[in-house]
């Protein structure tokens, strides 16, 4: 029998355990151990059955007990103790505060908010609406916000399906399932208008009425996050699927919840500043370019809107690139947002999203005009860098390639100019590390959430070998504990009988060294590289006195066949009688499962195709559990790794043969566990204690635990990003007349840049044999046609020549004019002193010069000697 209406019944809590309402309504528990404790006492097996989730909690448990909750003191007490934890958390001044009042006072510019967009947000297990790297660093990023006290507000959508949830099928090929999410019993709450409705935000479409969303609200620590919703009443059931699931459906389905994301994300800021007061964004950061059309939205605000200042188009460019910060994440050029122009413009033409905003200009800002760009398309990613005077990759590695894979937006400047600079991610550490971990460090004094982070990881210095190893031991047998469960739930899935599955309560050892292999399947992630040599493989995990086992885990995009197959490949080696109490696959690998995974694991495995890993953050997890990191030289790896914190599998990156590549790659791998890893691992003293081991466990602790943390990011972020954002967005808005002025500025430089010409380069004062310490003396002869020597920067570059000529890292001089000439033509000179030895080699040019630009290439105008 099927209901014909469902709804959900809040529960009422008797008035002594208000406060329970209140720490449950705000996501703070999902990395407050102490508060999951409260939640636990309410009914420890209820806590268990719901899979920790405390909204589920509420909702299930008797009257009777919460009746019996109201009257226990010592419950009320432990309650009470949370709560005013809680409000303190919230209301306290934190490092941004303290750091933005006294910068404030030096004339910072401290931005009062930021607007963080992303389509995916993983931030606890029970609030399903991510599919893997990318939202978790989302959710990371805003928890490490509230940590910090940083003004940020996160803008995405709400997902009736989230993502999917992966099972296998007898023969391991994954299966797909989308339960329904009811907001109901999601820790999260409707935004409503102080007249109580609830408050929408609409789009216009094209051929169609309005779409309209709702937004709900999680509350993440002290930052808001805003989630849009188009499951409303009124809505068409197509406008209804727009927020049906995460990365699924069609080419314009994926349009549709972009431009919800982008439009509607503003619209919903808008909305929600009203309502609480408050203040509005100065930054506004969007993760990846799929809400690239927020920048459209607000050039519409500032033109055509009836209530805004309606500046011009250019003019209301500059004032949103201002404003803008683009972080890219992917080198794959694959994993880019590219739309059909024609779908384009069907949704910004004539009565589409943004009115006003002419449609042309629109195509413009993604088209890929340049040398093997295709003119059909229109790319995100290019609107991303156009929208954003700010942009940046995810780890120094990345940032180099995405310099050279956008080059073509600057095609008249080095790669090593391109405008995107790089931030390396990090990690949320109360979300990721162990309990037992935290505990350790503890016990030598250390705080947690102390501002002295090094103290903290260097805490554990003093802990005994004996202690950190038991501890090490806990925490692989919990994992093992939540592994046999797993697997023997995946295999009733699959159709065993429970009489098949005697071997499970023997699959893995508690004290055999675990590798861990945790992520996302696409094809560049490789999971099955280590099957390249199945006997090999089979080898190392039956070895008689060095045995490794193997906790794997990963699912495919719906779509990608290629990765479910792979998926299947590996499940069948696991499957087999004799090695299948040593290596499993676990399917549905999200945040519940890989809380446990990473402490519980020795060493954790990264073997992606150079350089197609961005970043990588699973191993910085591993990492703060004292795992060791056993990684290609990609993403953030390739940065720290330091010789001693781990290993590093040689990539055969110049080889072109993509299987012997990964032959190569592959054997490196398997030597490396043969002869390293299990050596040293095994490698015990009488205690039974691997000493050396240890020591590079708490190397890797003290070595990458303050690098790899999410606040680390986070105060990156707003040093070298928000901040010049908002100083150069305050300079623009204030009256509007600095960005009418910079629009004209820009205007005009474009169009005299035709005369600016370097005629003639005189030098002196290095002979024909210098030695260092001699100063060569530049005169550059330069005409600049319309323009003013103030409108320019003539620059001496310089540096060691390569072989061909080309400058090797090189320093650039400013020159000064030194003389006048008739019709626009002037001399700028300066000098150099050569401070090394070697071939040096300079050039000069001319670049656009005005205070309120990021970079010399941010025209894409040069002028060289001819
Ligand atoms: C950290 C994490 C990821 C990202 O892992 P990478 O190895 O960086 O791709 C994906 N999914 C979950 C559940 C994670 O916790």
């Known amino acids: 029998m099927r209901a014909i209406r469902r709804f959900t019944v809040r529960p009422v809590l008797p008035e002594p355990l208000a406060p329970l309402g209140e720490l449950v309504d705000n996501l703070r528990w999902s990395w407050h151990p102490e508060t999951q404790d409260v939640f636990a006492a309410v009914d420890p097996d209820l806590w268990a059955a719901t899979g920790h989730d405390p909204v589920r909690l509420l909702g299930a448990v ?10 226990d003191e010592a419950f009320l007490a432990r309650l009470g103790a949370s709560h005013a934890d809680l409000a303190s958390y919230l209301g306290g001044e934190r490092w941004y505060q303290r750091a933005a009042a006294t910068g404030a006072a030096a004339g910072e510019a401290w931005p009062a908010s930021i607007a963080y967009f992303s389509p995916e947000f993983g931030i606890t297990a029970v609030l399903p609406q991510y599919s893997g790297g990318l939202g978790i660093l989302a959710g990371d990023h805003l928890k490490a916000a509230s940590d910090l006290g940083a003004p940020i507000i996160g803008v995405g959508l709400l997902y009736r399906h989230g ?11 994954q299966q797909e399932t989308y339960p329904l999410l009811d907001p109901d019993e999601l820790p999260i709450s409707l935004l409503r208008e102080p007249s109580g409705e609830r408050a929408t935000i609409s789009i216009a479409m094209p051929g169609g009425p309005d779409l309209v969303a709702r937004i709900w609200v999680a509350s993440v620590g002290r930052v808001p996050l805003l989630m849009l919703d188009t499951d409303v009443e009124g809505n068409p059931q197509a406008y209804v699927d727009v927020t049906d699931r995460l990365y699924g459906g069609t080419t314009e389905h994926r349009l549709r919840q972009e431009l919800l994301l982008g439009v509607g994300g503003v619209k919903a800021l808008r909305v929600y500043c009203r309502i609480t007061g408050h203040p509005a964004p100065e930054v506004f950061h969007t993760n990846e370019g799929h809400a690239g059309f927020l920048g459209l939205e607000r050039v519409r605000e500032l033109t055509a809107d009836p209530t805004g200042p309606g500046l011009d188009l250019d003019t209301a460019l500059e004032v949103g690139r201002a404003s803008t910060v683009f972080t890219t994440h992917t ?20 009565g589409g999203a943004v009115p006003g905003v002419p449609v042309e200009r629109v195509l413009a800002l993604g088209a890929e005009d340049y040398e093997g760009g295709d003119p059909g398309v229109f790319n995100m990613a290019v609107m991303g860098f156009r929208l954003a005077q700010r942009a940046n990759g995810v780890s120094l590695l990345h940032g180099e390639v995405s310099r050279g894979m956008f080059n073509g937006l600057w095609p008249a400047f080095d790669e090593a100019e391109v405008p995107i600079t790089s931030i390396t991610n990090g990690v949320h550490a109360p979300t990721w ?14 705080a947690k959430d102390g501002d002295d982070v090094d103290a903290f990881w260097q805490a554990v210095d003093a802990v005994p070998a004996s202690e950190v190893w038991a501890a090490k031991r806990r925490m692989r047998e919990a994992l093992v504990l939540e592994a046999r469960t797993r697997l023997r739930r995946s295999w009733a899935r699959r159709g065993a009988a429970e009489a098949e599955l005697g071997w499970v309560d023997d699959a893995l050892d508690p004290d055999v060294l675990t590798i861990g292999f945790a992520r996302r399947v696409p094809s560049y992630k490789r999971l099955t590289l280590m099957l390249r040599d199945p006997e090999r493989l089979r080898a190392l995990l039956l070895h008689p006195d060095r045995p490794v086992q193997l906790v794997i885990a990963g699912k495919s995009h719906p779509a990608d066949d290629g990765g479910k197959r792979l998926i299947q490949e590996l499940v069948r080696f696991a499957d087999a009688a004799d090695v299948r109490h040593r290596i499993v696959f676990l399917p549905n690998y999200d945040i519940a499962m890989a809380q446990p995974l990473y402490p519980g694991c020795d060493v954790w495995l990264n073997n992606p195709l150079r350089p197609y890993e961005a970043c990588g953050t699973s191993g910085m997890k591993a990492a703060l559990n004292g795992g060791l990191n056993l990684s290609i030289l990609d993403g953030w790896w390739d940065e720290w790794f330091d010789g001693e914190n781990g290993w590093a599998i040689p990539s055969a990156d110049g080889v072109e043969d993509p299987d012997r590549r990964d032959d190569l790659e592959a054997t490196a791998l398997y030597d490396l566990i043969e002869t390293q890893v299990a050596p040293r691992f095994y490698d015990v003293d009488a205690d039974g204690v691997p000493t050396r081991w240890v020591e590079m466990l708490r190397h890797t602790l003290k070595s990458l635990g303050p690098k790899v943390l999410a606040t680390r990011m986070v105060r990156d972020y707003v040093r070298r990003l928000y901040m010049p954002a908002t100083e150069v967005a305050r300079a623009l808005n204030a009256d509007y007349a600095g960005a009418v002025s910079l629009a004209q500025w820009k205007g005009r430089v474009r169009t005299g840049w035709g005369g600016v010409r370097v005629e003639h380069v005189e030098s002196s004062g290095v002979g024909d044999a210098p030695e260092v310490g001699a100063v060569l003396s530049v005169r550059a002869f330069v005409a600049l046609g319309s323009l003013a ?4 920067s003539v620059q001496l570059v310089h540096g060691r020549a390569g072989a061909d000529d080309s400058l090797r890292q090189p320093v650039v001089t400013t020159l000064s004019v030194s003389e006048t000439y008739e019709g626009g033509r002037f001399c700028f000179a300066g000098s150099v002193t050569l401070d090394a030895a070697g071939p040096f080699g300079y050039t000069v040019r001319v670049v656009p010069h005005h205070d309120l630009l990021a970079s010399d290439a941010e025209l894409g105008v040069v002028a060289y000697p001819a």
């Open 62 to 71: 008797s009257r009777a007990r919460l009746d019996e909750l109201a009257g």
């Open 789 to 792: 020597p103030d409108d320019v």
């Open 331 to 350: 080198p794959v050029p694959a994993g880019i947002d590219r739309f059909p122009r024609t779908l384009v413009e069907q949704y910004f033409g004539e």
């Open 163 to 173: 993502y999917f949830k992966q099972s296998l099928s007898r023969e391991g090929w």
């Open 433 to 446: 590390v162990a309990r037992d971990v935290f505990d350790l460090a503890a016990g030598q004094g250390a």
